[in-house]
């Protein structure tokens, strides 16, 4: 006898996520994703001048808005085959790195931590025990007695006055948690403190990037950041070293706190470093360009079959033909008009709604497959991709990630624990940190090549008559995103985005081969059908972003969401 | 005292995009003084914590769900927006306005005072101009941001000189390329 589950939480963003299971004997058996919500907005840019593209792309999503300004400005510049200045190449990587860090400091804390730490639990906790726990793992300075005990007593102060709906998704009390009081008034205190450093690494997205979010400072091109070390109004010495200082004090929370958490919660509920790999090919693509032309990466790309780390096939360029050729789409299950698989440069999107129909089509989301394989990608493939090809510090963070987490849990952990739930949140944080040493790298490089004289930020593009085509790729905090552009005279004729939560949340294809979050599902345990806790926990561990297109606040507190247990 | 003025909502979504249009619409129309800053945030979700540690106070101009024509317009307060808590969820990115006041309430900052000028909006799908009820509040909405902000204590002036350009997402928009220029 099995149970169906279907998690709809149609909240406030109208049309989102829904995920399905059949749980038989306490484990999932089956896993369906369905985007519930018709996501064609490439359509908008059709017709329009390709150098604005991308301030149309960065409004695709609230949250994800620098990664697609970044990529829509790089698949243009593919088109005409335009080099940049070297300073706009690492202002950009400044960006690209602040965000991503602001982007996974977010994530673990503010969105994912309370699946694992349970917030009530928190006011059993006692205090000089939590300082002393807190002291044998880090020398973080805000581990302090003082600091434990002053957010005891707000968080006292907030359960009295029945405020703990911002933890909703928290499901506190559940048979699932198993955090000690004291390991869950430590993290509740750094959740707080994390607000602090995100915003402080914000910042810098707002420094380099004039605003955020949707940043103001890019061209196709170049960037549009004068620099002029005797201006108070332009990119001078003074603003460097604020982004320095800010840059400075977030890679210290990473270290002494993000990464020792992620090592901490992972020792202690070991048992999700079983559960939830899924899909086994994985696939990056090599980011933060080291010279104009863009022939050298400071972080690696490539694809892995079947977890072969030992054949990693690398991806070196922005011209790279693995990557050109072997992306495309399939609408087999899929809302959309037709049964094809397509190349993104050939691609229509044409939507044909029937009904929700797990054995038929049953989402808004395409099925992007590479070479006609489902591809995991996000930090895990980053992560894996870098250990498999050798790359010194992603090998470091993650050798040191398993040693002290082995310690704490008092047992060796080899990195295919890595390929799992909680091994996702590990890979996440092992990400930042790499992120964190290379931002330095990137502001030293900017430095230099302003104090060598060196203040050129733009080439003008040139658009030919007739078509070219382009495709431009980032790897985003979320995984491998590419933007594919066809241009005639001067005009978008075609665009396609295919985003890292396509790739993860898209559903089965022809083959009837399962996307990233339908395999990984299959085999978790789920101790109570009513509160799926466990669900979350393995979808939250892809920081999934569907559709955050669109919202409409909803003051007047409708219920609109629903976790249905058949 | 500092106040934000922050237009949400998504520019190519039809009426989504009231948040930004109205901000823009007031910004081009009005000078606040230095201690109000405008804000067009898009829909950042809980991205929207940067802007709201430090603020004191923050007016938002956002479309809302609520009984009513299209076009409508209702002002809401920190209470009002706090009154209902939020639902379970799964994408992370779902959390906005409500769950941004009260995870920061719960760090001990964030603003003391909030208004919501909302729009009950007609048509919310790609498009990248508002519905003519909708459209036809712009200047409502522009009216009651000044109402608030003078409330608040802020001298607001028209300004001598009314330069409206059309928006960059506007379909009507000048020769392409000029707006990645400012």
Redesign the interface.
């Known amino acids: 006898m099995s149970t169906h589950i279907t998690v709809d939480p149609v909240t406030r963003i109208e049309g989102h996520l829904r995920i399905d299971v059949e749980v038989e004997g306490g484990v999932v058996k089956k896993a369906w994703s369905s985007g519930q919500m018709f996501r064609g907005i490439e359509r908008i840019l059709i017709g329009r001048d390709p150098r604005d593209a991308w301030l149309f792309t960065q409004r695709f999503c609230g949250v994800c808005t620098t990664v697609h300004a970044i990529t829509s400005v790089r698949a243009v510049e593919n088109a005409l085959k335009l080099e940049i200045p070297p300073n706009a190449q690492y202002i950009r990587n400044l960006i690209v790195a602040a965000h991503a860090m602001h982007d996974h400091i977010v994530h673990f804390y503010q969105l994912s931590a309370l699946d694992w730490v349970d917030v009530v639990s928190a006011l059993k906790a006692d205090v000089p025990k939590t300082a002393a726990l807190a002291a044998s793992l880090s020398d973080w300075p805000g581990n302090s007695q003082k600091e434990f005990q002053a957010v005891k007593d707000r968080l006292a102060g907030f359960v009295s006055k029945g405020q703990l709906g911002i933890f909703t998704n928290g499901y506190w009390g559940h048979p699932a948690m198993k955090l000690s009081p004291e390991v869950n008034l430590l993290a509740v205190t750094h959740y707080l403190q994390a607000l602090d450093y995100q915003r402080r690494v914000n910042k810098v997205v707002a420094i380099l990037g004039s605003k955020t979010p949707n940043i103001q400072n890019l061209a196709v091109g170049g960037v549009a950041n004068a620099i002029n070390l005797d201006n108070d109004a332009t990119l001078n010495m003074a603003r460097l070293y604020e982004v320095k200082d800010l840059l400075d004090s977030v890679k210290q929370f990473i270290e002494q706190v993000y990464f020792v958490d992620v090592c901490a919660i992972g020792a202690m509920y070991a048992e999700w470093l079983k559960y939830g790999g899924g899909v086994n090919n994985f696939l990056a693509v090599p980011d933060l360009p080291l010279d104009a032309k863009a022939t050298a990466f400071d972080l690696p790309g490539g694809t892995i079959f079947n977890l072969d780390l030992k054949n990693v096939k690398s991806i070196t360029s922005f011209e790279d033909p693995y990557f050109q050729k072997n992306v495309s789409e399939s609408i087999a299950h899929s809302w959309y008009d037709g049964d094809w698989q397509k190349h993104p440069y050939e691609e229509e999107t044409v939507p044909k709604y029937t009904s929700y129909d797990p054995n038929k089509d049953y989402s808004w989301i395409k099925a992007p497959r590479f070479d006609g394989h489902p591809m995991q990608v996000g930090p895990l493939a980053q992560v894996l991709v870098g250990f498999a090809t050798g790359h010194e510090p992603t090998v470091r963070w993650a050798k040191k990630t398993l040693d002290t987490a082995g310690k704490i849990a008092g047992t060796t952990l080899p990195p295919t624990v890595l390929y799992s739930t909680l091994g996702r949140h590990a890979a996440r944080m092992i990400r930042t940190c790499v992120i964190s040493e290379l931002a330095d790298k990137h502001w030293n490089l900017l430095a230099e090549n302003i104090g060598k004289g060196d203040t050129r930020i733009f080439n003008e593009p040139v658009f030919p008559k007739g078509e070219q085509q382009g495709f431009g790729f980032h790897e985003a905090p979320r995984g491998t995103l590419s933007h594919w552009v066809v241009i005639e005279d001067g005009k978008i004729k075609n665009y396609q985005a295919v985003v890292p939560s396509t790739w993860n949340a898209g559903p089965r294809d022809a083959k009837d081969q399962a996307g990233p979050y339908e395999a990984s599902l299959v085999g978790n345990p789920i101790a109570d059908t009513e509160k799926p806790l466990e669900v979350l926990r393995t979808v939250h561990s892809f920081d999934p972003c569907i559709a955050c297109a669109i919202h409409t606040l909803d003051v007047e507190g409708r219920e609109l969401s629903r976790v249905l247990a058949l | 005292m500092r106040t934000y003025v922050l237009g949400?909502?998504?520019?190519?979504?039809g009426d989504?995009g009231f948040g930004p249009t109205v901000v823009r619409a007031f910004d081009d129309a009005f000078d606040a003084g230095a201690d109000v800053e405008v804000?067009?945030?898009?829909?950042?979700?809980?991205?929207l914590?940067?802007w709201l540690?430090d603020a004191d106070r923050v007016v938002i101009v956002?479309?809302?769900?609520?009984d009513g024509a299209p076009g409508t317009i209702k002002l809401?307060d920190k209470a009002?927006?706090l009154?209902?808590?939020?639902?379970?969820?799964?994408?992370?990115?779902?959390?906005?306005?409500?769950?941004a006041l009260?995870?920061?309430?719960?760090?001990?900052?964030g603003p003391r005072e909030v208004v919501?000028v909302?729009v009950i909006?007609k048509t919310?799908g790609?498009a990248?101009e508002l519905s003519a009820p909708v459209a036809g509040a712009v200047p409502d909405a522009v009216t009651a941001l000044v109402d608030v902000l003078t409330g608040l204590g802020h001298m607001v002036r028209r300004r001598a000189v009314c330069e409206v350009a059309p928006p960059?997402?506007s379909e009507t928009?000048s020769?392409?390329?000029t707006?990645?220029?400012?």
Request: aromatic share 8%; glycine share 12%; no cysteine.
């Open positions: 949400l909502g998504n520019v190519l979504m989504d804000v067009d945030v898009g829909t950042p979700g809980l991205d914590m940067p540690f956002d479309t809302v769900k609520s809401y009002d927006i009154r209902h808590l939020p639902t379970a969820r799964i994408g992370p990115h779902d959390p906005g306005v409500k769950e009260l995870t920061l309430e719960f760090a001990g900052r919501l909302g909006p919310v790609m990248t960059w997402w928009v020769p392409a390329g707006s990645t220029a400012s």
